[in-house]
């Protein structure tokens, strides 16, 4: 059974750092690249970051860049997310999701499209208070 099973989300003050964890199971882990995707209410599910530790690349949006940094630990299956400087405006329901590399090799990181993503987890909720 293939599973995303995020953990780390909580409630900080701006300003203030988390680290996410999604921790893989169920499926070949060297085969996909793991994004990293938030939703806040009333919009549509944006794309963060993502990894593809096979061929160490990595991806960052505009809004996060230079204060979010993606890492994996393959011995694990876990990707990590370090969110730091955060903002108010961070808040949001945040889901890892697997991509085939086969897709990634071709179309690269970016954009990240959740359709093009096979498999997602339930999400953690991070909060930032102003």
């Known amino acids: 059974e293939v599973q995303l099973v995020e953990s780390g989300g909580g409630l900080v003050q701006a300003g203030g750092s988390l680290r996410l964890s999604c921790a893989a199971s169920g499926f070949t882990f060297d085969d996909f690249a793991i994004g990293w995707f938030r939703q806040a209410p009333g919009k549509e599910r944006e794309g963060v970051s993502c990894?593809?530790?096979?061929?160490?690349?990595?991806y960052y949006a505009d809004s996060v860049k230079g204060r979010f940094t993606i890492s994996s630990d393959n011995a694990k299956n876990t990707v990590y997310l370090r969110l730091s400087s955060l903002k108010p405006e961070d808040t949001a329901v945040y889901y890892c999701?697997?991509?085939?590399?086969?897709?990634?090799?071709?179309?690269?990181?970016?954009?990240?499209?959740?359709?093009?993503?096979?498999?997602w987890g339930q999400g953690t909720q991070v909060t930032v208070s102003s």
């Open positions: 990894i593809s530790s096979s061929e160490g690349s990595t």
């Open positions: 999701a697997a991509v085939a590399r086969v897709h990634t090799v071709v179309a690269g990181l970016s954009p990240m499209v959740p359709y093009d993503y096979d498999y």
